[in-house]
Structure formats: structure tokens, C-alpha cells
């Protein structure tokens, strides 16, 4: 039977809506939906590489400090940072015009490779070579840094003070067997000549 102008159209039209809904359902939903899981994925690996050329960048900065350290004066044993440590102390006070009249080094332990010595020093001085020492140890090309200062005048309105600083400086021990379990393994055993006293 012949169908009526009306029916085909009906017909063409629930035929196209069908198709859409095919359409839809099995080409462009999937479609859609994979474009979007490839652009996540995109961002994840762009965030993931930019992550990983910061790292990248900032070990290569340290190690091109802990090169340029170890160039520096950076020591491996515990005495030859304390005689570098008093040594340098000392003649910086002497072109600074500052008198030291003591000197003690003292170890401190830590469990990790890194450890540090520091010298607790008294003398001497009017401001100006006071400042001058403070910019000697703080310009340094050794690893020093100053950790304490105190100033006090040894009489009311003059410029003749008396100072007490504490340096301090780093050291690394050998690598140990201990080390590879990690942060929680033993500490280096203090060695002789710590926390000795030494004058001018």
C-alpha cells in the first residue's frame, strides 16, 4: 500500500532521528568523550614534564653549589674543618683590627653526613673592625656563616667594644655502610680535639 505524503515524511523523519541517535550513541559520545581523556592526559604529561625539568634544574644548581663548595674549602674530617674554621677566623680578625683573646670550636653531632663545627670567639675592637670581620666571614669563599653576635661597650661613650661571635662552617664525613638506612642510622662518633679551647 502506498504511503501518503504525510506518512514518508513521518517515516524519513523518525529514520533521521534514529540515525542521530545512533550517531550519538556510538560515534560521537565515544568520539567526545576520548578527545577529552586525551586533552587530561595531554595536561597531566605537560604538568609531569614541567615538574620533572624544575627538578632537573634545581639539582643541577646544587650540584654546581656543592662543586663550587667543595672548590671552596669544603672538608671531609672533622680536625681539618676545625683548624680551617680557627684559621680563618683568626686571620680575618687580624686584618679587621679585632684582637681575639679566645677561641673554642665545638662539634656537633648530627646523624646525617652533614655535619658542623662551630667556634665561639671573643676579643677586641671598635665598630668599624667589628664590621669589617662580620663582612670577611660573611663574603668568605670557604663555608662560613655567623650564627651569633654580641657587642657590648668597655666604657660608656667610647668606641672600644668588646665581642663575642659564634661561627660556624660544615663538614662531610665519609660515606658508611650505616648510611644506606637512611636518616635513622648512627651518628659519627665525636672525634678528639672537639670543644677545645685556643687563644692568640
Partial sequence: ???STRERL??????LAALV??????????YMKAREEVE?????????????NRRLARAER???DWKAMEAGGLKHDMSAAELQILEAVGD???DAGVNITSRTPQSEARVDRTQIVRLRA??????????????????????????????????????????TLVVSTIWVRPAE???????GGPAAPPRRGAGREEGT
Fill in 21 to 30: 541517535f545512533v550517531g550519538d550513541r556510538y560515534a560521537l559520545s565515544p
Fill in 92 to 94: 680575618y680578625a687580624k
Fill in 1 to 3: 500500500m502506498a504511503m
Fill in 10 to 15: 513521518i517515516a524519513i523523519g523518525t529514520g
Fill in 40 to 52: 587530561t592526559d595531554l595536561r597531566t604529561t605537560s604538568n609531569k614534564l614541567t615538574e620533572a
Fill in 122 to 163: 671573643s676579643g677586641k675592637g671598635t665598630t668599624g673592625s667589628v664590621a669589617k670581620l662580620l663582612w670577611r666571614v660573611e663574603t668568605a669563599s670557604i663555608p662560613l656563616k655567623v650564627d651569633e653576635l654580641t657587642l657590648a661597650a668597655n666604657k660608656p661613650g667610647t668606641d672600644d667594644l668588646t665581642v
Fill in 62 to 64: 646544587l650540584d654546581r
Fill in 177 to 183: 655502610p650505616a648510611d644506606a638506612k637512611g636518616p
